[in-house]
């Protein structure tokens, strides 16, 4: 069964503590890996897109990277704006337009 | 920018009503989703559609309707509101198939 998790479930950090987060899944025929950021009580805020297996993306103080199983979402030196859940997504080739998501990560960054 | 807007914020319902949820989105985008979100159970797409009156059921179609009269514009409706169906809506667009959905900024339904 196609499915994607992603852990932790939820990540406490002190402020300049970076750290990563993961998205694994389990579907075939990638088409594409999306990251999200999702602040309480709002709809998610896209942040990157991953195509293929050794790609990165970067964005402020994230970086994103995609392997054949897996994606990470580095923070580096976080802040407590980062705090917000993260969500990854996957759409693959028996999906059609779909998305299938993950649970979320709930990031708090202390100060 | 991309824009989805959603018709409400916060609603608040009584069983049986009939409640429609509206979404527009302003980037002439061919598919629009809609997704319940619930503590514990992650986004569930509900329906979705990739034309003008076009719909496809997603995975919790049960108790909902939509309408796509025009591009722009796909609409959310609960015939018969029951409690469960107390959540987040969110609505979502996307063109073509590589690229991400866009969301708007959700309704949060209550039903009493």
């Known amino acids: 069964e196609d499915q994607v998790t992603q852990s932790p479930e939820a990540l406490r950090l002190q402020e300049g503590e970076s750290s990563s987060l993961n998205c694994s899944y389990t579907?075939?025929?990638?088409?594409?890996l999306f990251w999200y950021r999702q602040d309480p009580g709002k709809g998610p805020e896209f942040l990157f897109t991953?195509?293929?297996a050794g790609e990165e993306k970067e964005k402020e103080r994230l970086k994103a990277t995609l392997t054949k199983k897996e994606s990470f979402l580095h923070i580096t030196a976080p802040k407590p704006e980062d705090s917000a859940t993260y969500l990854c997504?996957?759409?693959?080739?028996?999906?059609?337009?779909?998305?299938?998501f993950g649970p979320g990560t709930r990031l708090s960054v202390l100060p | 920018d991309v824009k989805v807007t959603q018709s409400s914020r916060y609603l608040v319902k009584r069983t049986g009503e009939k409640v429609f949820l509206e979404c527009v989105q302003d980037?002439?985008?061919?598919?629009m989703f809609w997704y319940r979100q619930d503590p514990g159970l992650g986004l569930r797409l509900i329906y979705f559609?990739?034309?003008?009156?076009?719909?496809e059921k997603g995975d919790i179609p049960e108790g909902y309707s939509v309408s796509r009269e025009k591009k722009e514009r796909f609409s959310l409706i609960l015939e018969s509101a029951s409690t469960n169906q107390t959540s987040m809506y969110l609505c979502?667009?996307?063109?073509?198939?590589?690229?991400?959905?866009?969301f708007g900024p959700g309704t949060r339904l209550l039903v009493l």
């Open positions: 979502a667009s996307r063109t073509g198939t590589r690229e991400t959905q866009y």
């Open positions: 579907v075939s025929g990638l088409r594409g």
């Open positions: 991953l195509y293929s």
């Open positions: 997504a996957v759409q693959a080739a028996n999906y059609g337009q779909n998305f299938v």
């Open positions: 980037m002439d985008h061919e598919n």
């Open positions: 559609s990739y034309d003008v009156k076009m719909k």
